[in-house]
């Protein structure tokens, strides 16, 4: 079984930044991919940003955030970091952590656990 804390979210204005961690339980990179989707009022979950950190580093990005956001990952290897830069009030959302065995790009129904949510406001 497999925790994900997740922390960071917040208001901001457009263009400011912020950054979302998500704290897993045990060593999670040796076999799970770890990533982000979010969700709009009245819109479908969707990706964001995901990645795999097994002996290596791949990292995917939606087109919508692509250039705006980097993820990175901590050395103990259970933390995923998203750093958001630019924001838009396009970005409001709440932001789901999400880890999928041996995974580095999943779809939400493919996703093993799931954080609770941290909501993302975007103000003009």
């Known amino acids: 079984q497999v925790q994900l804390v997740e922390s960071g979210g917040g208001l901001v204005q457009a263009g400011g930044s912020l950054r979302l961690s998500c704290a897993a339980s045990g060593r999670t990179f040796s076999t799970y991919g770890l990533g982000w989707f979010r969700q709009a009022p009245g819109g479908e979950r969707e990706f964001v940003a995901s990645g795999n950190w097994n002996g290596g580093s791949i990292t995917y990005y939606a087109d919508s955030v692509k250039g705006r956001f980097s993820l990175s990952a901590d050395s103990a290897g259970n933390t995923v970091y998203l750093e958001m830069n630019s924001l838009k009030p396009e970005d409001t959302a709440v932001y789901y952590c999400?880890?999928?065995?041996?995974?580095?790009?999943?779809?939400?129904?493919?996703?093993?656990?799931w954080g609770q949510g941290t909501q993302v406001t975007v103000s003009s």
């Open positions: 999400a880890a999928a065995r041996y995974r580095s790009r999943w779809s939400p129904a493919e996703s093993n656990y």
